[in-house]
């Protein structure tokens, strides 16, 4: 019997998911050389977030500002302030910064949902730890809940933003600090050492990411913690008490076996949980917004916000 709290939206990927996915292919992926990764990668020149489209600013109200030393963007309709807040956390592994098509992404997120959306820009490693991102992530949340309150707060992102939604609730959870309403992760990074076999299985369709540099990358980001650490990795954390979580991932992507079993264990722990698959969908997908499968996420996260 399928689980109540899993959906496949479509059965087969659409034409423009398919094009998307052979165009992303194409590229050359950060994630595919752990070698590499862990030869190089410490040595490089620190890498520099992506700079907004010039157009933005004719599109939507801009506000900078930082938080914790680091950068942050937020992004208003032209109209005004939305009702909600999204705190979006983008993704790279932790070791890349905002990338240029993260871009389009907040802006289909704006024009759908109407939500204003705020955009850390973080520190990354290995050139840092996990502990600016983390006081930065709460620091945001902080002065964004004066003025919206906690009920109309969402934590997104995608990939190790996705981690980083998860992460920022459960530690304010045990810190018995407030909650916000919502929880979106986009294609989460779920465990730091990716040691479900059935990720192996998903290797193959995966166009981006490979297990072996994604364990580098986990084992640089939990630091001191250790991979194991249950808000380094959310899949071993206890999820009681946690705002309504709705998951968005696709087939083609070898964090959809963690998806699975996180979904799971929070509708286990009581916490109401949607988790939407879509087949053929590539590592955040969503990215992809001139695809069907982008649009459908979108005009649900905005039920997810409406209705909960």
Do not use: C
């Given at each position: ?34 070698a590499k990764i862990r ?233 109401p949980t949607k988790l ?33």
């Amino acid at each position: 019997m399928a689980a109540t709290y899993s959906e496949l939206r479509f059965n087969k990927p659409s034409l423009r998911m398919r094009l998307g996915e052979w165009l992303v292919s194409k590229k050359p992926s950060e994630f595919r050389d752990a070698a590499k990764i862990r030869a190089e990668v410490p040595k490089r020149k620190t890498p520099v977030d992506a700079p907004m489209p010039d157009g933005f600013h004719g599109k939507f109200t801009i506000e900078d500002w930082e938080a914790e030393g680091q950068k942050v963007v937020t992004v208003h309709p032209k109209t005004g302030k939305g009702e909600w807040h999204i705190i979006y956390f983008h993704g790279g592994g932790y070791f890349m910064p905002m990338f240029k098509e993260h871009w389009p992404l907040i802006e289909a997120m704006v024009n759908t949902t109407g939500a204003s959306i705020s955009v850390p820009l973080y520190h990354v490693i290995p050139e840092h730890d996990y502990h600016p991102a983390n006081k930065q992530a709460d620091a945001v949340y902080e002065k964004i809940a004066t003025e919206w309150g906690d009920d109309k707060i969402a934590l997104a992102g995608d990939s190790a933003g996705g981690n980083m939604t998860l992460a920022l609730a459960l530690q304010r959870r045990d810190a018995g600090k407030s909650l916000p309403g919502r929880l979106i992760p986009f294609s989460p990074w779920l465990d730091m050492a990716m040691k479900d076999p059935a990720a192996q299985d998903v290797q193959e369709k995966d166009i981006m990411l490979d297990i072996e540099s994604i364990k580098v990358l986990g084992e640089w980001w939990a630091g001191d913690r250790g991979v194991d650490d249950p808000v380094a990795s959310p899949l071993y954390a206890d999820l009681k008490g946690l705002p309504p979580i709705a998951i968005f991932q696709g087939r083609h992507d070898v964090f959809l076996p963690d998806a699975r079993t996180f979904a799971a264990k929070a509708q286990e722990a009581g916490v109401p949980t949607k988790l939407y698959e879509y087949e053929g969908g590539p590592h955040v997908y969503m990215a992809l917004t001139f695809t069907r499968e982008s649009k459908d996420t979108l005009k649900l996260v905005k039920d997810f916000l409406d209705n909960g």
